[in-house]
């Protein structure tokens, strides 16, 4: 079942064509690489999706829904959840916060009343979501003062406080050390379960191990699609992308 | 850690948990030990202000340079019903609530329009506005002179009771009882669901958004918030004063409400309060020996702002934080 | 027209121009501060302020407005590097509320300080001997020399800062607008340097305005606060950070000013905000905003 289809998306800034043309469908349970140089239009694709930016033509439907020109929190209601690249959380709130205040976007913001220590439903997930991605020991911790993987794994858990349908994963290993990717790579093949995952990635490794589908960007337009086999195997995406060698 | 058989880390925890009582006390004992009442029953009410202010700025983390704004409605319409009408107290402070609210819905919903450095001096635009308009409606206002002999009802329940709050003692309590009331609702909002998005905001907005929050709606509320307790503070300084001026509109009192936060501590919930005795108390001191307390005041506000941004309160409670060794509930 | 006469209605257009030049002076200083230090420097109406009383100071001590012309802007503009050396410089980088709330509090110092040391009430300045009386165009209009001489003043440095912009290798790595780039250091220039420029450019600038406008409007210590109010509406309007913006904002908002007091002078103090708040519910970002910095 189709949960995410773009039809000819094209962003342009100026005379540049970051994105151009680009079709893409995500199944539902799919984890769908996306790759390609850097200024290929990968993280400008994932701003269109989730609704940061407008795209200049073209249509995108999710779930069934059309959803292009709708603004973030829009879309992040409907069940499209990021994670960054660049560590996005909340320094000075503890690091179990950050996830409540995650789960927490599902129900009223304009609770001026409650005490948050007595929402057991609310507090009872983000516990939860935290033993999930490791993250459980720390939860008073201060989350500016997590340490560099312990932040990257809190920036996925804040994205899955929103109960999200699709998760859009900007390079979630960057910075990591090789063994830090491994875990990574397991904490993500282990939350995909349920979910659809689109994965931005430079790694080759974790793209091939994860994927069951790889879209190649280049120069904002989409130059091959299909599983890691035959996208190993494409002549285009060598010579453009791994530089002719075999990976 | 145990001493003669008190148990100090908890009691310390407890308090830290539950500041309010602790703070009640004080504010009890605090007009018997200060200088003179009048300026105890000052260092409450712009405490009021500090802290309506700080629900913008420390916790959601928008910095406006024009809350006098909403002060000077407060204290405006208070004054204004107070001379033309024959309305009672409650009313009357009701009156003043009511206006700044109204002020706070629209200016905030136009400052609202943009963000960062932009947002601030929009604030500021607005109250220089509200200045100018002040200045020159004297049929309203009283201009430049400002609105005198204001009158001074009872406190009463027609056919119930009658009590003249005015002498000032009665009528530090007085105060402090509108104060305690928005101590325990302020408490109850900025620890609600309501109060933490704030946070969230400040922290990183953006990701607030992200999460599908309508950060620019709660943003609005945030600021209205600000505005209802700003200007209850005014209501209450004009029963004080028995006179509204322009100044309480000038930009001047928005630097004061600032300096306040910073002293006190902004990202703390006492914290104005401290920092509003601390620079009432300052100026009067340093106003015994030169009416030049700016120049004073000014440099220790520079320098706070450069190596102690995180005001007195905030010292205190990072020290307590190292004795206890975890972080603190919010207090 | 209108039921005005139409050399009322050409003066209070001239007025509006004169208006005009002096936001133009203090926008660009506030723009240019802030397109390459991204501070927001509220102490620009302090500065000002200062330009004025150093004029007056200058006429007490060489009898002469022409030597203030030149001493006052370069003076001021010294005054400004020391406060980017000594204390704005210690805030960069951080938070970005935080040089705002430096230069707030060392305004509040810098007026409270010619307080102290002139008095609360002000002075007068009297117009140059030089530039006193009219000059007549056609016999239809006569406008006064003083201020035709603030608008060519004006002209003449906005075209000088313009060249020194297009054409002067300083000038290409301010206009390139961040504050630390990384072509700079490259280029193995010391960009502290730059910094200390700029901002002593800016408060320079300020100065100018300050003695220019002391003829017109007197010296009193608050002179600086409404005008920093209506030149940051002027940057809202234009959009901080764009010279092009802080010139046609200027000239606009100070026709806008100026045409209220003869149409409407109960408002003529607030038109201004009016202005603002239309343009913020219309178009946001300004007349050329470069929206994003700093939001």
Not at chain 3, 77 to 85: F, H, K, L, P, Q
Request: include cysteine; charged fraction near 15%; charge should be positive.
């Amino acid at each position: 079942m189709e949960i995410l289809r773009t039809e000819k998306v094209t962003k342009r800034f100026g005379g540049l064509s970051a994105v151009l043309d680009v079709d893409m469908t995500l199944e539902k349970n799919e984890i769908q690489s996306i790759i390609g140089p850097n200024g290929a239009g990968k993280s400008t694709l994932f701003r269109l999706i989730n609704g940061e930016m407008r795209p200049s033509s073209g249509r995108i439907w999710f779930n069934g829904e059309y959803i292009t020109g709708m603004d973030q929190t829009a879309v992040s209601l409907r069940g499209i959840a990021t994670t960054y690249q660049i560590t996005n959380i909340f320094p000075r709130l503890s690091t179990f916060e950050n996830v409540r205040l995650a789960v927490q976007s599902r129900k009223t913001a304009y609770n001026l009343w409650s005490k948050c220590g007595s929402d057991t439903k609310v507090n009872g997930k983000a516990g939860d979501i935290l033993r999930t991605t490791g993250l459980h020991r720390k939860k008073d911790v201060l989350a500016g003062n997590l340490s560099y993987g312990d932040k990257r794994r809190l920036e996925i858990a804040i994205a899955l406080g929103t109960e999200p349908i699709l998760l859009l994963m900007d390079e979630p290993t960057s910075g990591l050390s090789p063994v830090e990717t491994n875990e990574m790579a397991g904490l993500v093949r282990q939350i995909a379960r349920g979910l659809s995952v689109i994965l931005v990635e430079h790694k080759m490794k974790v793209v091939m191990d994860l994927s069951d589908k790889i879209t190649v960007l280049h120069e904002g337009q989409v130059i091959a699609r299909g599983d890691p086999g035959s996208i190993r195997e494409d002549a285009t995406v060598r010579r453009v992308y791994l530089g002719g060698v075999k990976v | 850690m145990k001493k003669n058989g008190f148990d100090f880390g908890k009691i310390m925890s407890w308090l830290a948990a539950n500041p309010i009582p602790l703070i009640v006390v004080v504010l009890v004992i605090v007009p018997f030990i200060s200088p003179y009442k009048a300026l105890a029953t000052q260092m409450v009410i712009l405490g009021l202000l500090a802290l309506g202010y700080n629900i913008l700025y420390g916790y959601t983390g928008l910095l406006s340079f024009g809350h006098a704004a909403y002060f000077g409605l407060g204290a405006y319409a208070t004054g204004i019903i107070l001379i033309r009408t024959n309305c009672s107290l409650l009313t009357a402070i009701g009156a003043g609530v009511f206006v700044a609210f109204v002020g706070a819905c629209l200016i905030g919903f136009l400052c609202l329009r943009r963000r960062g450095i932009y947002f601030a001096l929009l604030t500021l635009a607005f109250a220089q506005m509200l200045y100018f308009t002040a200045n020159m409606w004297e049929s309203l206002t009283g201009g430049e002179a400002g609105l005198r002999n204001i009158p001074h009802p009872p406190l009463a329940i027609p056919g119930l009771f009658s009590v003249d709050v005015y002498a000032p003692t009665r009528f530090y309590f007085f105060v402090l009882a509108f104060a305690v009331i928005a101590l325990i609702l302020l408490n109850r909002i900025l620890e609600s669901p309501f109060g933490r998005v704030l946070q969230g905001i400040r922290e990183n907005e953006n990701r607030a958004k992200a999460l599908g929050y309508n950060t620019n709606r709660i943003k609005w509320l945030s600021f209205v918030l600000s505005g209802i307790f700003s200007g209850l503070a005014g209501s209450l300084y004009t029963l004080h004063i028995g006179f509204v001026g322009i100044d309480e509109l000038y930009w001047e009192m928005s630097g004061k409400i600032l300096m306040m936060i910073l002293l006190g501590g902004p990202g703390t919930f006492f914290g104005p309060f401290v920092g509003a005795g601390i620079f009432l108390y300052l100026e009067d001191i340093i106003s015994g020996y030169t009416r030049y307390w700016m120049i004073v005041l000014g440099p220790i506000f520079v320098l706070s702002v450069l190596f102690f941004p995180q005001g007195v309160w905030g010292t205190v409670r990072l020290f307590l934080e190292r004795l206890r060794k975890t972080p603190l509930e919010e207090g | 027209m209108l039921g005005i006469p139409f050399n009322i209605l050409v003066f209070q257009v001239f007025t509006g121009l004169v208006l005009g030049t002096i936001f133009i002076l203090l926008a660009i200083g506030l723009s240019l501060i802030f397109g390459l230090l991204t501070v927001v420097n509220f102490a620009h109406g302090a500065f000002y302020m200062w330009g004025a009383y150093a004029a007056l100071l200058c006429i007490g001590c060489f009898g002469n407005f022409w030597i203030g012309l030149i001493v006052v802007p370069v003076a001021l503009g010294i005054a400004g590097m020391v406060v980017e050396y000594a204390l704005i410089r210690r805030v960069y980088g951080l938070n970005p509320d935080y040089p705002l709330l430096l230069t707030f509090g060392l305004s509040l110092i810098m007026i409270e300080l010619v307080r102290m040391l002139f008095g609360t009430t002000g002075y007068p300045f009297n117009v140059p001997a030089l530039l006193k009386g009219s000059i007549n165009f056609f016999n239809l209009f006569s406008f006064p020399a003083y201020r035709i001489f603030v608008i060519a003043v004006t002209a003449a440095v906005i075209a000088s800062l313009w060249l020194f912009l297009e054409k002067s290798n300083i000038g290409l790595i301010i206009r390139g607008g961040t504050r630390d780039s990384e072509m700079v250091k490259a280029l193995g220039i010391d960009i502290s340097r730059i910094w200390l420029l700029v901002f002593g450019i800016g408060t320079g600038l300020a100065g100018l305005a300050g003695i220019l406008a002391a003829p017109m409007r007197g010296v009193y210590p608050e002179m600086g606060i409404a005008m920093l109010v209506e030149c940051f509406v002027v940057t809202v309007v234009g959009g901080m950070g764009s010279l092009k913006g802080a010139v046609v904002s200027g000239l606009l908002l100070g026709q806008v000013v100026s045409l209220s007091c003869l149409f409407a002078p109960a408002m003529s103090n607030i038109v201004i905000f009016i202005a603002m708040a239309f343009v913020l519910l219309v178009r946001p970002s300004g007349l050329f905003g470069v929206s994003g910095l700093l939001e």
